[in-house]
């Protein structure tokens, strides 16, 4: 099976833009005052459940676009896989970097801010590992069928 890494990472690189994005604004949300932030949180949160999903299929149909000619199913949803990986990647390394510089703002002890950026990191990369591989792949499958209609 062969896997156009260009396609890959020019895929990846658009979901971790759109993914980095999203971490900064939902990180930056706890450097506002607590009554902004509840708002603005809910505003975040429902983003993030839909952004967490369409994104990594996204990011896997767009590997499926960027690679020439038509290529087998399951090398469209390995290389969709491949991209909603590392954009999800992308994603958990900038939130932990957003979450302990806003803890440093915010003037929490240095042990609370490395459990924090620790803590996202493991929890968000492990998410990334699972779902947005599983939804990347999704989408590679996805531009699959709509490339069969052509």
Same mark, same amino acid.
């Given at each position: $099976? @062969? &896997?156009?890494? !260009?396609? =890959? $990472?020019?895929?990846?690189?658009? +979901?971790?833009?759109?993914?980095?994005?999203?971490? &900064?604004? @939902? +990180?930056?949300?706890?450097? *506002?005052?607590?009554? =902004?932030?509840?708002?603005? %949180?809910?505003?975040?949160?429902?983003?993030?459940? /839909?952004? %967490?999903?369409?994104?990594?299929? &996204?990011?896997?149909?767009?590997?499926?676009?960027?690679?020439?000619?038509?290529?087998? $199913?399951?090398?469209?949803? *390995?290389?969709?896989?491949?991209?909603? *990986? &590392?954009?999800? *990647?992308?994603?958990?390394? =900038? !939130?932990?970097?957003?979450? $302990?510089?806003?803890?440093?703002?915010?003037?929490?002890?240095?042990?609370?801010?490395?459990?924090? +950026?620790?803590?996202?990191?493991?929890?968000? /990369? /492990?998410?990334?590992?699972?779902?947005?591989?599983?939804?990347?792949?999704?989408?590679?499958?996805?531009?699959?069928?709509? !490339?069969?209609?052509?």
């Amino acid at each position: $099976m @062969n &896997i156009n890494m !260009q396609s =890959v $990472m020019k895929a990846a690189a658009i +979901g971790a833009a759109i993914n980095a994005v999203i971490g &900064i604004i @939902n +990180g930056a949300v706890g450097l *506002l005052p607590a009554s =902004v932030a509840s708002i603005l %949180g809910i505003l975040t949160t429902l983003t993030l459940c /839909c952004g %967490g999903f369409l994104i990594p299929v &996204i990011t896997g149909a767009l590997y499926g676009y960027f690679t020439p000619g038509k290529e087998e $199913m399951g090398q469209s949803a *390995l290389g969709g896989a491949l991209s909603g *990986l &590392i954009a999800g *990647l992308v994603y958990g390394i =900038v !939130q932990a970097v957003v979450n $302990m510089v806003v803890g440093l703002i915010n003037g929490l002890a240095f042990e609370a801010i490395l459990t924090a +950026g620790v803590g996202t990191i493991i929890s968000t /990369c /492990c998410g990334a590992i699972i779902f947005g591989s599983i939804l990347g792949a999704i989408g590679g499958v996805i531009w699959g069928f709509v !490339q069969k209609d052509k």
